[in-house]
């Protein structure tokens, strides 16, 4: 039998049974039998609330605002167009992109250094969004450096991440990478010491799942990533770390 748990569950469980035959339990002890059950290490399933903790990190919607202002729209605008739905407003915002990048200083020597790169209308927005997250994981907030620490010596056999950043990578540099859902089929993987980036990463700006268009292509593969993906459910503990209870997706 497999458990997927999330810390925020297991506390809520802590707070209800706060002995165990006559003993004061300690939170750190019910994770570490709860993974004694299992044969196999845990898996990662890391949201972008690791990369706001960490290295100070836009949310999604923060982030379209930053690069509405890098080119001159008005968000508010955008919004209203796209009914307030985020996945319509980075195709409207990548549409503006399309148009205004190529003759804009903003894109300075990005055209020659992300050519082969450069092969859709929402490209332009990518490659932004791509170049700005290349260097984010080098701005630690020093405050939780023990914990990254401990994150690095963690014991696990993988992460399965829907964030774009580099940060799992830097922490654990050993791991494979494989990048989207084609990565993922296309590519030999073990299900030990690897990350799956399933929204994409911005080492291939066009692997982000960011558009609406995007994410009607990402729900048509769903059944396929989750098939592939029930494999690990199945043999490995799997800990939600920077997602909110509320995330539809």
């Known amino acids: 039998m497999n458990y997927m748990i ?51 990190a836009e949310n999604w919607e923060d982030l379209l605002k930053k690069f509405c202002e890098i080119i001159g729209e008005n968000y ?11 996945t319509k407003i980075a195709s409207v915002l990548s549409k503006s992109y399309s148009e205004k990048w190529w003759d804009s200083e903003i894109k300075g020597e990005k055209d020659i250094q992300y050519s082969e790169h450069l092969l859709k209308s929402d490209s332009p927005l990518k490659v932004e969004i791509s170049s700005y997250l290349k260097e984010i994981h080098e701005n630690v907030n020093e405050d939780y450096r023990e914990e990254i620490e401990l994150l690095k010596s963690s014991k696990i056999d993988g ?39 399933i929204h994409g990463s911005c080492n291939d700006p066009n692997s982000l799942v960011l558009t609406q268009e995007d994410y009607e292509k990402f729900k048509k593969k769903n059944p396929y990533l989750s098939s592939k993906l029930l494999t690990i459910f ?9 997602y909110s209870l509320t995330d539809p997706h």
């Open 6 to 56: 999330s810390i925020h569950g297991m506390r809520r469980w802590y707070r209800k049974n706060l002995t165990l035959e006559g003993k004061i339990v300690t939170f750190k002890k019910l994770l570490s039998d709860h993974f004694n059950k299992f044969s196999a290490s845990p898996f990662l399933f890391v949201g972008s609330g690791m990369s706001r903790r960490y290295l100070g």
């Open 76 to 86: 508010t605008k955008i919004r209203s167009q796209a009914d307030g739905d985020l």
């Open 159 to 197: 992460v399965i991440t829907t964030n774009w950043d580099l940060f799992l990578e830097s922490i654990f540099s050993e791991f494979s990478v494989f990048i989207g859902q084609e990565g993922l089929f296309a590519s030999r993987n073990y299900g030990v010491a690897e990350i799956y980036k």
């Open 234 to 242: 199945v043999e490995h503990p799997i800990i939600f770390l920077g």
